[in-house]
């Protein structure tokens, strides 16, 4: 895993540092994400996290950190469970964000790749991540076995399209209050078939958000953010708070498709984790889902927020068979 810096707004970046070696220590590093501690109250402002999966011995979340503006780096601690793949657990997705007193929280999805199985764990650190809690539950026993395909709704060209591939990674954002916000993808209203292994065959995903205004002690039942009337999929959620404390949220959703094959971008957003702006649509055009070379969007989206906007940013199949990543703004009225 390698990081590089810019200290000139973007404009060119150092040469890079290996932040985790793929070595015995770590065999196959995977799916990082980084979070650097930005807060002016923080007592760590400065420190960069970085998170990842890592299959040395099993599946386990670990994370590595550094203190001189990623010129060096801590060894690698694990924070999660060790897992069987062989016995079908599935430990993914790693994500840190931090809070305005400079605790730091990484997110992951556990599952055994049973329907019903899943659970959204975490961990924090108080200490500029020199040591870091038991992992405690989000949420769990939710209805989603973690990895999936997102069934197609026309049987009659099959040959051509295929399922997407798909997750129940979290997505979270900190408030400046401190509340903590966590969403993904379940299927409370949905199901998935039972007899497929890998990557279940799933259909009507919703988005799904829980919070906690207690660092993490007590969390809120999961609720549903897509306010469609149809068995469409909405999924691969992403999301980020506002200075001011709004919550905005932006996934990819087929509800315009009545085939459910074809995906768009769509936004809300929140100010209390219970009532949601109505689902308004963010891209142009709709993605084309056709050939089997498309089977993968890749793994996640993204979102960035400012005083007065918000950018998602997305893989966009808008012409088919050419995957590009888009973005777009959005301006927050007053």
């Known amino acids: 895993v390698d990081v590089a810096k810019s200290t000139d ?25 980084l979070a650097v501690d930005a807060q002016p109250g ?18 386990q979340i670990r994370t590595v950190v550094s203190r001189d503006g990623g010129s060096t780096w801590s060894k690698s601690l ?42 959204i764990e975490y961990t924090r650190s108080r200490n500029g991540g020199k040591s870091w809690s038991q992992p405690a539950d989000v949420a769990s026993n939710l209805p989603s076995p973690g990895g999936f395909s997102l069934r197609i709704a026309k049987s009659d060209d099959t040959a051509q399209r295929i399922p ?24 409370a209203e949905g199901s998935c078939d039972p007899t497929t292994a890998f990557s279940p065959l799933c259909e009507n995903a919703d988005l799904r958000l829980s919070l906690s205004r207690d660092g993490g002690k007590h969390w809120t039942s999961p609720v549903k953010v897509n306010d469609d009337a149809t068995r469409s999929d909405q999924f691969m959620p992403w999301i980020a708070t506002h200075p001011d404390g709004l919550l905005s949220l932006a996934w990819l959703d087929r509800r315009l ?23 308004l649509r963010v891209s142009t055009a709709s993605s084309l889902v056709g050939t089997s070379t498309q089977q993968g969007l890749g793994d996640y989206n993204g979102l960035a927020a400012t005083a007065d906007a918000v950018f998602p940013i997305w893989g966009d199949m808008r012409v088919q068979n050419d995957m590009e990543v888009l973005t777009a703004t959005g301006r927050l009225g007053p």
Request: proline content about 8%.
């Open 9 to 33: 707004g973007g404009r060119s970046f150092s040469s890079r540092v290996v932040a985790v070696h793929g070595d015995l220590v770590s065999a196959d590093p995977d799916k990082p994400y």
């Open 42 to 59: 923080s007592p760590y402002r400065g420190t960069i996290y970085v998170s990842y999966t890592d299959f040395v011995a099993g599946i």
């Open 78 to 119: 694990p924070i999660s469970r060790l897992g069987s793949p062989a016995a079908g657990d599935f430990i993914q997705y790693s994500l840190p964000v931090v809070a305005p007193d400079g605790t730091v929280y990484i997110f992951w999805m556990e599952s055994d790749g049973i329907f019903g199985h899943l659970r």
């Open 164 to 187: 997407l591939l798909s997750n129940s990674f979290p997505a979270a954002a900190i408030a400046l209050d401190g509340t903590i916000y966590v969403a993904w993808t379940d299927f």
């Open 257 to 279: 498709d009545p085939d459910n094959v074809n995906y768009d971008v769509f936004y809300s957003n929140t100010v209390d984790g219970v009532t949601f702006l109505p689902n």
